[in-house]
């Protein structure tokens, strides 16, 4: 059985798919209840994200692989 590989976004992507949307950053970072500069911090490649909430962040803005764990 074959999985699907994902792709990894640059933040270059990231933002690219906010701005076709429509949609800000600082919204997105709001409704999945994360600290906006947190956010803009990751995008602009000024934090890490190995571990903890940023690991989550970069995950679901699909700018790493990784499991999301609680």
Known sequence: MHMKAH???????VKA????????????????????????SILNGNRPCRIGESHKIAVMLGLKEGEIAD
Request: hydrophobic share 30%.
């Open 7 to 13: 792709h990894i976004k640059t933040p270059c992507e």
């Open 17 to 40: 798919e906010f701005a076709r949307k429509g949609k800000s950053i600082s919204s997105w970072a709001k409704e999945n209840g994360f600290v906006k500069g947190t956010v803009f």
